[in-house]
């Protein structure tokens, strides 16, 4: 599970792409649920939820899931 602050970036990050996500707070919500999920979808991206493969693709570098 990544941490709040990974999630804000992540929430940041789909609302300048056009998702709702709400205000971008830290916190997974709905609309933020529903949006990874269609963002996910939108580039092809299998699996769900924020994971490893997910930051990659946004460009989202600080997280645990990928610190040594």
Known sequence: VADS???KQVQEFLA???YDVGE???LTGQKT???I???RTSIGLAGEG????LLTAMGIRKSQ???P
């Open 5 to 7: 602050a990974t999630y």
């Open 16 to 18: 300048q792409k056009g």
């Open 24 to 26: 971008p707070d830290g």
């Open 33 to 35: 649920r529903d949006a």
């Open 37 to 39: 999920a269609s963002y």
């Open 50 to 53: 924020v994971d490893a493969q």
């Open 65 to 67: 899931f990928l610190q």
